[in-house]
């Protein structure tokens, strides 16, 4: 068992994944075109399942006409 962020595992887990945060909600504000580069440039060289490169990554704009797109493909759930 371990302990920490308020949460409680079953199992001698690492601390870590119990402190780990995914939000649910994000702010809506504009990701600047730099910060939106970067982090796909960071995915690009990150390790992948059973080594299967090249990784794929698609995007869409708020207020572009890919959105709709992009948004209808996703869960109800994510689509929030």
Known sequence: ???????????PVDAFFLDRWSPGAFTGEAMSREDLLTIL??????????????????????????????????SPGNQR
């Open 1 to 11: 068992m371990t302990q920490s962020n308020n949460r409680q595992s079953e199992h």
């Open 41 to 74: 440039d960071a995915g690009h060289w990150a390790p992948s399942s059973g080594n299967n490169q090249p990784w794929r990554f698609i995007y869409a704009l708020r207020e572009t006409a890919s959105w709709p797109l992009l948004l209808d493909i996703l």
